[in-house]
């Protein structure tokens, strides 16, 4: 053990040893927020100020902060039974929540595979996907196409499938065998366009080029976020999902939908799948599935997926492949108490109701200062900005601080401020968000 004089003593602790995620380490620890509470809409700063949370946390505590029920289901939990292992044994919590989520989502994705966050959600799924023709004697397709500019975590295949450059250039090659649709962002085109942009379907037809120079016979799955959430809020144009399924229909291509930010209402629908109608083969989930009070991820299959893995013997594993936290039971406790209270308390309907305000709310701030476009859907906003000449990425971090200084937590992905509220809020929460937002605009260069 290292000897206490090398810590500093301080009332703040000593910053030096949590090498942190996604963070400008230097720059943070020089000048370090520390959140140290949360109740329902707000957290508490270590200089003891209310912050509104702008951000659900990181687009996952959709029931608002430290609720009541779901406290309490995870501390019964705790001292019930802390662990059960998930390989050949089960625990009842595990299962009644894979019902709960396989009943909520729509079709007949009715089976369920626990993880521990999106990113293995993610990787669960492009696994099920090059497995699932594998077991229908198609072996050859294993290619697994993703989109530029999408997020799919940070694990090597998500990352793989991913096309966020700053997160793949430092990391070798990645997985073989992966390609990329073209992202749907079109500021010349779409600029300030209210909801679902008009322009911009047929860039789903990019997956027929990509057919005609791979085969589809060596072709896995697509995986696409229904929203672009971590890359700056891009939302599909219309039709451009729709045609993104017909396209692998034709082609026995599997679709996943990376629902990890859009699940459990953003969108004011259960799932973004339920909103644009579109149901893919398998969908992603983590963040609100338990809002974020426990760590936990999902993978969801429609039942061919699934059945197609039945067929060996009974005696067989049929996917080798799992976690020992799979399934873990204080997730599965606070996974059940979270979905009672989306549920009990209306919180998808809240969202649904609301978003017309939020869209006003949001467009609200044309003309403010440096703000090149602004994009909305559901409970999700982009408010993207002209970056400054000493460097991208440095106007919306200042804006981030300020606002934070100001008492309103958002989120600074390159140059493009991204809200996305608990979906608890109401119109005073809005016009407070948005009434910060513009001041900090205004004083920033
Ligand atoms: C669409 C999407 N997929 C996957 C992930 C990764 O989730 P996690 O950070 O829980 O691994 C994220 C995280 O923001 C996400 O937005």
């Known amino acids: 053990m290292k000897s206490a004089s090398s810590r500093s003593p301080s009332v703040t602790p ?41 951000t659900a946390g990181l687009w996952c505590v959709n029931a608002g902060h430290c609720r009541e029920p779901i406290v309490e289901a995870i501390r019964r939990q705790a001292a019930e039974m802390d662990f059960a292992p998930p390989f050949q044994m089960g625990h009842p919590k595990a299962f009644e929540l894979a019902s709960r989520v396989a009943q909520m989502l729509p079709g007949d994705l009715d089976h369920v595979f626990f993880s ?83 322009r911009g379907a047929e860039l789903a037809d990019e997956l027929e080029r990509l057919v005609t120079l791979h085969d589809a016979s060596t072709i896995a799955a697509v995986i696409v976020e229904p929203i672009a959430g971590s890359n700056g809020v891009l939302i599909p144009p219309k039709g451009y999902l729709r045609r993104l399924r017909q396209l692998c229909d034709r082609h026995g291509i599997l679709l996943i939908f990376d629902e990890v930010i859009t699940g459990f209402g953003r969108l004011g629908a259960p799932f973004a799948a339920d909103y644009f109608d579109v149901l893919p ?22 039942a061919a997926v699934h059945d197609a893995f039945m067929n060996g013997p009974e005696h067989l594993i049929e ?37 017309a305000y939020w869209e006003e709310a949001v467009h609200g701030l044309k003309g403010a200062p440096h703000v090149i476009d602004l994009r909305n859907l559901g409970l999700v906003a982009g408010i993207e900005l002209e970056p400054r000449a000493d460097g991208p990425g440095k106007r919306a971090y200042d804006v981030f601080v300020r606002c934070y200084e100001k008492g309103l937590l958002v989120r600074a992905v390159a140059d493009i401020i991204a809200l996305s509220p608990p979906l608890i809020l109401t119109r005073g929460h809005v016009d407070e968000m948005y009434s910060i937002l ?8």
């Open 319 to 355: 996917l080798a492949h799992g976690y020992t936290y799979s399934g873990h039971p204080l997730a599965a406790a606070a996974g059940l108490a979270t979905l009672d209270l989306y549920r009990d308390e209306g919180v998808f309907e809240n969202a649904a109701g609301l978003s």
């Open 116 to 198: 521990n966050s999106g990113s293995e959600a993610v990787e669960t799924a492009l696994k099920i996907a090059i497995a699932y023709h594998h077991a229908r004697g198609q072996a050859s397709r294993t290619r697994l196409i993703g989109r530029v500019r999408g997020y799919h975590g940070v694990n090597f295949g998500g990352n793989s499938v991913g096309g966020v450059v700053v997160n793949r250039k430092a990391f070798g090659l990645g997985l073989p065998g992966v390609d990329h649709l073209p992202h749907t962002h079109d500021l010349g085109r779409n600029a300030f366009s209210r909801g679902e942009p008009e």
């Open 14 to 54: 000593d910053l030096r040893a949590w090498w942190m995620p996604f963070t400008a380490n230097r720059q943070y620890k020089a000048a370090p927020r520390l959140l140290v509470g949360a109740k329902d809409m707000h957290y508490v700063s270590h200089d003891g100020r209310r912050v509104l949370d702008g």
């Open 281 to 302: 083969d398998i969908v992603t989930l983590a963040k609100g599935l338990t809002n974020a009070a426990v760590p936990m991820g999902a993978t969801v299959v429609r």
């Open 438 to 445: 513009g001041e900090a605009l205004k004083e920033t260069a």
